[in-house]
């Protein structure tokens, strides 16, 4: 089963990119909507700024602060969004382990795939979680 995200990580790995250009690794090509119990719709453009968030929010979830309520009700890339139970998987992650175990994996895959806070990141996410993405 492939996943929206092994085709964009293909497909950018197969363009040069510019190593003067700033944050390059971190600038989503699609931008990335979540959908927070806390704060509604939230876009991010930006890997590095939705990471943070996500931290933020599992250490939100691990103090507490939302017991018995939904943290992120929903995530979008595009015309596609993950599935209601990939959304509760990374959520069950951040509450429990937050990002720390992710980041591990990150650092042991190949190229890109390794930097931490960068476009790559977000895309191994999925593939990491299982998730199933769905169109509109």
């Known amino acids: 089963m492939s996943f929206p995200a092994q085709h964009r990580r293909q497909s950018e790995t197969a363009v040069a990119v510019d ?3 700033v ?4 600038r ?5 909507v979540l959908v927070t119990s806390m704060k509604g719709r939230e876009v991010f453009r930006d890997s590095r700024r939705l990471f943070e968030r996500l931290e933020f929010i599992g250490e939100t979830l691990r103090c507490g602060h939302l017991p018995g309520e939904r943290a992120i009700m929903a995530i979008w890339q595009g015309d596609e969004h993950v599935s209601d139970s990939g959304v509760q998987a990374l959520e069950f992650m951040l509450e429990t382990t937050g990002l720390e175990a992710f980041n591990r994996a990150c650092k042991r895959q190949r190229g890109a795939g ?9 895309y191994f ?11 509109a």
């Open 114 to 122: 390794r930097a931490i806070g960068s476009k790559y990141q977000w």
């Open 19 to 21: 190593s003067s250009s």
């Open 28 to 32: 989503l090509l699609t931008p990335v």
């Open 125 to 135: 996410v999925s593939e990491y979680l299982g998730w199933t993405w769905e169109r």
């Open 23 to 26: 944050g390059m690794y971190a």
